[in-house]
């Protein structure tokens, strides 16, 4: 697998806060929690396993893939885990992908900051996720995303994963290149989301209608918080 880009920052004259904004994917850009929590399930039940409750399979949402089947049935070997996750994919691509649908208002908030920045201007914006970079990629194109960012960061192997503040070096500074963190803005519904903006010293906003806790989430104090897609626009472009 392999980073897709477009264009980075080609000017610092912003109509914004900030330089870049760093999109999360599942529960921020898309309502996926219901098919990445049935593909789980009916992972379990392939393998013959007791299916995990919906609350507990949606606490791994956001991590590493093999990582979550190993947090939720930890008697498994790396490479049974590692088994288990080749099988949700398959899964994933079967259904998951039909099912995958954007949040309301993320068309038309995507669209107005790019008109705003206009060519080449600031903020720019990227995706910036733990999920497969093929399925990511894939399910961008699907809900008609994909040719919308400068970046598309995605998990592949011997890449970092937020919260891993490691992961502006290696996947963000490649591509845009000068960005100071004071001046990104992380956009997600999850603790690893939270998390990146707070170890990196970059300004988070907190997407309360996807998958993430509360609790754990405004524990790392989140400069906003949005209920609505929507209202990114009015953060991004005050």
Partial sequence: AHLYTR??????????????????????????????????????????????SPEKARSVIGMNLTLGMLALRPELTQ?????????????YWGQGLEMTTLFPGVLETLDAIERA????????LAVLSNKNQQVLEASLDKVGLGNRFALVSGDREGRRNKPDPEL????????????????????????????????LG????????????????????????????????????P
């Fill in 7 to 52: 264009q980075g920052i080609d000017s610092m004259d912003s109509i914004s806060p900030y330089d870049l904004i760093l999109i999360d994917f599942d529960g921020t850009l898309a309502d996926t929690g219901k098919v990445i929590i049935a593909c789980i399930r009916e992972t379990f039940a392939h393998f013959g396993a007791t299916p995990p």
């Fill in 79 to 91: 490479e049974q885990a590692e088994a288990w996750t080749k099988q949700y994919r398959e899964f």
């Fill in 117 to 124: 920045r206009g060519n080449g201007g600031n903020p720019a």
């Fill in 168 to 199: 502006f070096s290696q996947d963000i500074l490649p591509v845009f290149s000068g960005v100071e963190p004071a001046k990104v803005l992380v956009v997600g519904d999850g603790e690893q989301d939270t998390g990146f903006a707070h170890n």
């Fill in 202 to 237: 970059a300004e988070c906003c907190w997407a309360s209608f996807g998958m993430g806790d509360r609790e754990r989430c405004l524990a790392h104090a989140p400069k906003y918080v949005i209920d609505s897609f929507a209202e990114l626009k009015d953060i991004v472009l």
